[in-house]
């Protein structure tokens, strides 16, 4: 299984950006998807997450100003709004069994241990004042 992201990049404070994550090699249908974000010399911060059904879930840092979506081709979309300089990270797309709440602890594998059964590579946004 690979999770391939996209978006990202240089946004001024007050804009937005949007990131994409699309997970190829799956052979079943359930499954969520999350996001992380690692900013420098920063702990990994779980940002939003989604589950098979379309239930987001989101922080507190991001919530009213990223909205996380999931198409029918199983694309996750990430909607970051009036962004600062707080949330330049690098940020990780992931996927596991259950993603009930934003936060790594949270997650199930379909193993059923705690946490991610996949990563994505991470994709950059810097968000300048």
């Known amino acids: 299984v690979e999770l391939v992201e996209s978006g990202g990049g240089s946004v001024q404070a007050g804009g937005s950006a949007r990131l994409s994550c699309f997970a190829v090699?799956?052979?079943?249908?359930?499954?969520?998807l999350g996001w992380f974000r690692r900013a420098p010399g920063e702990e990994r911060e779980g940002v939003a997450s989604?589950?098979?059904?379309?239930?987001p879930h989101y922080s507190d840092s991001v919530k009213g100003r990223f909205t996380i979506s999931m198409d029918s081709a199983k694309r996750s979309y990430l909607q970051m709004n009036n962004l600062t300089p707080e949330d330049t990270a690098t940020y990780y797309c992931?996927?596991?069994?259950?993603?009930?709440?934003?936060?790594?602890?949270?997650?199930?594998?379909?193993?059923?241990?705690?946490?991610?059964?996949?990563w994505g590579k991470g994709t950059l946004v810097t968000v300048s004042s």
């Open positions: 992931a996927s596991a069994f259950a993603c009930p709440s934003p936060n790594y602890k949270d997650y199930r594998r379909f193993d059923g241990s705690i946490g991610v059964d996949h």
């Open positions: 090699g799956y052979t079943h249908s359930g499954y969520c």
């Open positions: 989604i589950d098979e059904d379309g239930k």
